[in-house]
C-alpha cells in the first residue's frame, strides 16, 4: 500500500509539472520521440460505466472495469509506440494528442486533487515515462 502511494505521488508530481507545458489548451507537450517520451493516461466514469484514454496516442476505450481499462489501455499504448518503433514510422505518431475535452477533464481531475476530497474518487490517470532500455527491447 505504502509503494502504491508512493507511485501515486510520483505521478501526480510529473502530471502537474507536464501541465506547466500546456498553453491556452494548445495541448503542448515536451516533444515524444523513438528514444524517449511521455505517455499520459485518463480513466474516469461515465454515464454508462468507464471510458478510458491514451491522451498522448488519441486512443479511447470503454469498460466496466477501470482497473482491466487501464490495463488494455496502456498494452493498446505500447503496441503502438512497439509498432512506430519496429517500422521506424515518424515521430509524429508519438505527439498524436487527444482532443481537448479529454484533457479539460484531466485538468480537472488535477485540480480535484489539489483540494481535500471527502469521497474516494473513481478517476484516475497515469504518466508514464519512456526511456532508450524500453525502445531498444522493442527495436
Known amino acids: 500500500m505504502a509503494l502504491e502511494k508512493a507511485n501515486l505521488r510520483y505521478n501526480i508530481i510529473n502530471a502537474i509539472l507536464h501541465s506547466q507545458l500546456i498553453h491556452c489548451m494548445n495541448i503542448q507537450r515536451i516533444k515524444n ?3 524517449e517520451g511521455v ?4 480513466v474516469y466514469k461515465d454515464k454508462t460505466g468507464y471510458t478510458g484514454v491514451c491522451l498522448t496516442f488519441d486512443i479511447v476505450e470503454e469498460g466496466s472495469n477501470p482497473t ?21 514510422l515518424s515521430d ?18 488535477l485540480e480535484g486533487i489539489k483540494k481535500p476530497r471527502s469521497e474516494k474518487s473513481k478517476n484516475s490517470f ?14
Open 126 to 139: 497515469v504518466v508514464s515515462p519512456y526511456y532508450s532500455p524500453l525502445t531498444r527491447q522493442v527495436a
Open 39 to 42: 505517455i499520459e493516461f485518463l
Open 68 to 88: 482491466e481499462l487501464m490495463k488494455s489501455l496502456k498494452e493498446a499504448a505500447e503496441l503502438h509506440l512497439e509498432t512506430v518503433i519496429k517500422n521506424n
Open 92 to 109: 509524429e505518431l508519438l505527439n498524436r494528442y487527444a482532443p481537448e475535452e479529454y484533457w479539460k477533464k484531466y485538468f480537472e481531475l
Open 33 to 35: 520521440t523513438k528514444k
